[in-house]
């Protein structure tokens, strides 16, 4: 990276200077008399707070299967430290491959080192730095299983029968749709009972697109109504019960997106809501080996889910279109056998502190696994005979809390001295792969499921993030001193997602910022020109700058999102906040989203910043 010194005294003299004319000999001397001209030259202000020494790009995408060139992200990323050189950009945060796996990838590929190795030296050459990201909490469970997070699931009834202990078949729905809607509600515009089609015999409900219109005030456009769903509430269940949820679906040119949603009793905190939206569902106790999908042209598809009341005894179930069509195309849908049925020892998650738990529910007598019974597929063996045939169980355990969240998968518990471990040696190898890197980003962000083991004793989820954070912190310190950290703002901002009830969170997050080192730098994405409480009201990013700055936190705000007009905002919203005494924002990071990176716009990102931004980039 290329580093400019400026000394006291040129700072001074560019700033007085600023706006005056600098002499410059351009003429020739006649008869000997010297001759010179004033040429003006415009200077830029020189920046003195919250200048932009850190002008960086974030790129996300895997390099380690393809040889160089035969390889998409590698010229990808080739291409872009190119372009990003010419346009004064100095630095790439490189999140590369699963979940930024570097540790599992590299085990397995044997192209990974040849490819960073080039891409290194490509940096080198033009004036890069490389910022390796790394450390997501889902590491640790991919490479250990069961560090997974899991839900508890208390007292599901049990009955053994011929030495097997099986759940208890305890239906919430049981609908064939023969006759009617039964008792579903039809929410929104274009669903209704279809007597003539259905999967196992005449009768479905029906969904067709496009939608209608909403009523539109006088001399207003009309506008398409968003959603169509299949709707019913659940009231008076056990929280902390398991379902399976199974219904199937036929599709005829229906192009809105289909999803399945669970929610509290207040419509606003889900309990189900997958990364795939249809979910991804289980057979014979396993996972299948894909997310569930819509058929093809006409053909009837199944689609399940399992899902966990938590602490609820209300829930909304939901499945349909929440959206339209793209271009409002004509098409149709049909859903049909919708069954919900409490399911016993779905996806067990067994290591310290979480095991199965067995007792009589007459005599609360407690039995012992490898003892009295052994788990199996969704059931329990009994051993011996040791419990009789007849007998009525109470069986808990923990749910593995995959596919629940929109994750790519369940989070592993930061409690189990192993969750460190697996971190620890993540790290020692992304510091292999970058031996000069005085740089690290922490992937903690939009953390949606945590502090579910027992183990864990922490007081709250905002403590129990801020544990995870301190040790996370100390542990890379260790293995490489005078390393510079970094980590989004979002799991620790009141603004944004440490709030007290946050998707699959157990217990509020107020408070995470706690576990922030005061040399950590925070990369603020606040993307939203919504407002905070505040009295007067102030813009998020201003109210989530003022936060970091107020703890003494350095800052680099995350632009662009693949929204040009966002960098506008960043920038008016850091004038504002700057005026009410925020610094230490040292830089900031084009962010793309969109198709695992959209770069066309860096020019006119780079180009904007220097126009309009009282010098903070370097001119």
């Not at 003429?27 to 830029?44: F, H, M």
């Not at 995408?61 to 872009?80: M, V, Y």
């Not at 709707?231 to 199937?248: C, K």
């Amino acid at each position: 990276m290329h580093q400019y010194v400026f000394s006291h005294l040129a700072i001074f003299m560019a700033t007085c200077m600023t706006g005056l004319a600098i002499a410059a000999p351009v003429g020739s001397s006649d008869a000997g008399a010297g001759v010179s001209r004033q040429a003006a030259v415009p200077l830029a202000p020189a920046c003195v707070t919250n200048c932009f020494t850190k002008r960086w790009i974030y790129f996300y995408g895997g390099i380690a299967w393809g040889k160089k060139t035969a390889n998409a992200d590698f010229n990808k990323l080739s291409s872009l430290i190119v372009n990003a050189a010419a346009l004064g950009y100095n630095g790439i945060v490189v999140n590369i491959g699963g979940e930024d796996s570097y540790i599992s990838e590299s085990d397995a590929s044997t192209d990974l080192h040849e490819n960073l190795a080039a891409i290194r030296q490509l940096a080198l050459e033009k004036g890069i730095e490389l910022i390796p990201m790394g450390g997501h909490p889902q590491i640790p469970a991919q490479m250990q299983p069961e560090l997974a997070e899991a839900v508890p699931v208390v007292d599901t009834p049990f009955v053994v029968a011929d030495g097997v202990a099986r759940p208890v078949t305890h239906w919430l729905a049981n609908d064939d749709f023969a006759a009617g809607k039964s008792d579903w509600d039809l929410w929104d515009l274009n669903i209704r009972h279809d007597p003539t089609e259905g999967h196992n015999g005449p009768g479905s409900l029906k969904l067709v697109q496009p939608n209608g219109f909403d009523p539109a005030p006088p001399n207003a456009l009309p506008k398409r109504h968003e959603q169509t769903r299949l709707h019913r509430r659940f009231a008076n269940l056990r929280p902390f019960t398991a379902y399976r949820a199974s219904f199937w679906i036929m599709v005829k040119n229906y192009k809105a997106p289909l999803k399945v949603q669970v929610l509290d009793d207040r419509l606003a905190i889900p309990l189900y809501d997958s990364l795939y939206p249809l979910g991804w569902g289980s057979s014979n106790g396993a996972w299948n080996a894909a997310p569930n999908a819509l058929g093809a042209y006409g053909e009837w598809k199944n689609v399940t889910i399992d899902f966990n009341t938590r602490e609820f005894g209300n829930i909304h179930f939901l499945v349909g279109a929440w959206s339209n069509a793209r271009n409002d195309e004509p098409g149709e849908a049909w859903i049909d056998d919708m069954q919900i049925r409490e399911t016993g020892l779905a996806h067990p998650v067994v290591r310290r502190h979480l095991e199965v738990g067995v007792r009589s529910k007459t005599s609360g007598t407690v039995y012992r696994e490898g003892l009295d019974f052994t788990v199996a597929n969704e059931s329990l063996n009994i051993l011996n005979g040791r419990i009789p045939n007849g007998s009525q169980l109470l069986v808990s355990w923990y749910q593995q809390a995959k596919n629940m969240m929109p994750v790519w998968t369940a989070p592993a518990s930061a409690c189990p001295p192993e969750y460190m471990a697996w971190q620890r040696t993540g790290y020692e190898k992304i510091k292999e792969l970058y031996p000069s890197s005085k740089r690290f980003f922490i992937n903690y962000d939009e953390w949606r499921i945590m502090n579910w083991d027992p183990s864990c004793q922490y007081a709250s989820a905002g403590a129990y993030l801020a544990g995870t954070m301190t040790a996370m912190q100390a542990m890379l310190k260790e293995v490489n001193p005078g390393v510079e950290l970094y980590v989004w703002n979002d799991m620790f901002d009141p603004d944004m997602n440490a709030v007290a009830k946050y998707f699959m969170v157990n217990g509020t997050l107020d408070g995470a910022a706690e576990g922030i080192h005061p040399d950590t730098v925070v990369v603020n994405w606040t993307h939203k020109n919504t407002y905070a409480s505040n009295q007067p009201p102030i813009p998020l990013q201003q109210s989530s700058l003022k936060f970091f700055h107020n703890r003494n936190l350095k800052q680099v705000i995350a632009l662009y999102y693949d929204d040009l007009p966002l960098t506008d905002e960043w920038l008016d919203n850091l004038d504002a906040a700057e005026a009410d005494g925020v610094t230490g924002v040292d830089g900031f990071m084009y962010t793309t989203w969109v198709n695992d990176g959209q770069y066309e716009d860096l020019a006119a990102v780079a180009n904007k910043i220097k126009a309009r931004a009282k010098a903070r980039w370097p001119q």
